[in-house]
């Protein structure tokens, strides 16, 4: 089976969905494929997002609560409170509604569907169904397939580096509308979380095995230790995980006629994880990329996204690929132990924006826009 369309899009996370709703909405052909038999499913993520996405999560079922902030916990056991106010939606139905809005704008949708050969001089695209096999012959293809990025293997185009993670969704004892985060030598590379979901909450950790770190026996100590201290409950009543990309925006956003966005292009914060608002934003830029170089004819329009993503995350994620490198020489040090450390490593501080000769960054000046660092997406 062969089928022609303008805009081919490859995943239907935020990112994928944001994309295709986009480009439907602009009056062109998509199809969007999703090797997962339903979208969203299993949930891989911490389910926050920050409030410039409320807009997202009015339909039936995507909000839980709300967030008033977070407080943070720091090695000497010192506990700050950052104003980070958010929500915490069902990530499944978030998605779902995103793809749903979609295809009620003309998106033709293929779930259970994979990804098998791509051909980028022909712009053809093979795709295995259950009921066989696809050809799409598209005139521009975005590429939302997540930090493992199918499309960016078939390009040659190099590997991630990636942070894994796990997570449990535990019974919580007390209600809550804040989030927690533990900043510890324990947790190198990374941190842990607690986020409130009504009467359960999402308790994971993410580490950087290169230091030794056991993602999962760490996760069973510190829900050990909540269930002593009569904050969660012993049932574990889901487990996920994943990898997240922490090495910055990919050299190039736009190959040819293929554009990146989301994980799959790097969007993801180095030291948070948060990647569901860049996500999004990504995916609406693409699509208006693409109804300009495909309606309107502007030559430039794909470069132009390029430097639009650049212009908006580029500041951000290289001073976060700065902070991490600075903190790996401290992690298995006793300095890892330090608040201060801790303090610099870490975006809700006004210390992660101080400049000088022991925090290198790239880009030095105005304290730039962060995407609220709170939503660790675990895909």
């Given amino acids: 089976m062969r089928v022609e369309v303008d805009v081919l899009v490859v995943g239907l996370g935020p990112a994928g969905g944001a994309a295709a709703l986009a480009a439907a909405q602009a009056g062109l052909r998509v199809a969007a494929?999703?090797?997962?038999?339903?979208?969203?499913?299993?949930?891989?993520?911490?389910?926050?997002?920050?409030?410039?996405?409320?807009?997202?999560?009015?339909?039936?079922?995507?909000?839980?609560?709300?967030i008033q902030g977070m407080?943070?916990?720091?090695?000497?056991?010192?506990m700050e409170k950052s104003d980070t106010?958010?929500?915490?939606?069902?990530?499944?139905?978030?998605?779902?509604?995103?793809?749903?809005?979609?295809?009620?704008?003309?998106?033709?949708?293929?779930?259970?569907?994979?990804?098998?050969?791509?051909?980028?001089?022909?712009?053809?695209?093979?795709?295995?169904?259950p009921q066989g096999e696809i050809r799409f012959d598209y005139r521009l293809l975005v590429a939302a397939d997540g930090p493992h990025s199918f499309?960016?293997?078939s390009l040659g185009l190099p590997q991630q580096e990636m942070v894994p993670t796990r997570q449990y969704t535990v019974p919580l004892l007390e209600a809550s509308g804040e989030a927690q985060i533990w900043l510890s030598p324990d947790y190198p590379g990374g941190y842990a979380w607690l986020f409130p979901?009504?009467?359960?909450?999402?308790?994971g950790l993410g580490v950087d095995k290169r230091y030794g770190a056991d993602p999962k026996a760490l996760l069973d100590a510190l829900h050990r230790k909540l269930v002593v201290e009569g904050r969660v409950g012993?049932?574990?009543?889901?487990?996920?995980?994943?990898?997240?990309p922490v090495g910055g925006l990919r050299l190039n956003l736009v190959v040819g006629n293929v554009l990146f966005v989301g994980d799959a292009a790097g969007?993801?914060?180095?030291?948070?994880?948060?990647?569901?608002?860049?996500?999004?934003?990504?995916?609406?830029?693409?699509?208006?990329?693409?109804?300009?170089?495909?309606?309107?004819?502007?030559?430039?329009?794909l470069m132009d996204f390029e430097n639009t993503l650049r212009d908006q995350f580029g500041a951000s994620l290289e001073r976060a690929v700065a902070r991490r490198a600075w903190?790996?020489?401290?992690?298995?040090?006793?300095?890892?132990?330090?608040?201060?450390?801790?303090?610099?490593?870490?975006?809700?501080?006004?210390?992660?924006?101080?400049?000088?000769?022991?925090?290198?960054?790239?880009?030095s000046g105005v304290r730039d826009r962060e995407v609220a660092p709170t939503n660790l997406p675990l895909v």
């Fill in 267 to 301: 969007l993801t914060h180095p030291i948070t994880g948060a990647g569901i608002a860049a996500a999004v934003v990504s995916g609406e830029l693409a699509a208006q990329a693409a109804a300009a170089w495909l309606i309107g004819c502007d030559k430039n329009a």
């Fill in 197 to 203: 979901k009504g009467g359960v909450a999402n308790l």
């Fill in 151 to 153: 499309v960016a293997r």
């Fill in 234 to 244: 012993g049932a574990i009543l889901h487990r996920t995980g994943g990898a997240i």
């Fill in 71 to 78: 407080i943070n916990r720091l090695p000497s056991g010192r």
């Fill in 327 to 363: 903190l790996g020489k401290h992690w298995g040090t006793p300095a890892a132990s330090d608040d201060r450390i801790q303090r610099r490593g870490w975006a809700t501080f006004t210390e992660y924006f101080a400049y000088g000769s022991d925090l290198p960054v790239a880009n």
């Fill in 85 to 129: 106010p958010g929500l915490m939606i069902d990530r499944a139905a978030f998605d779902q509604a995103l793809a749903r809005q979609a295809e009620k704008s003309g998106a033709r949708l293929y779930l259970n569907s994979r990804l098998v050969g791509l051909d980028s001089v022909s712009s053809s695209a093979i795709v295995v169904m």
């Fill in 33 to 66: 494929v999703e090797r997962r038999k339903e979208i969203g499913i299993p949930v891989q993520c911490a389910e926050f997002i920050p409030l410039p996405l409320a807009r997202y999560a009015v339909p039936d079922g995507v909000l839980q609560q709300r």
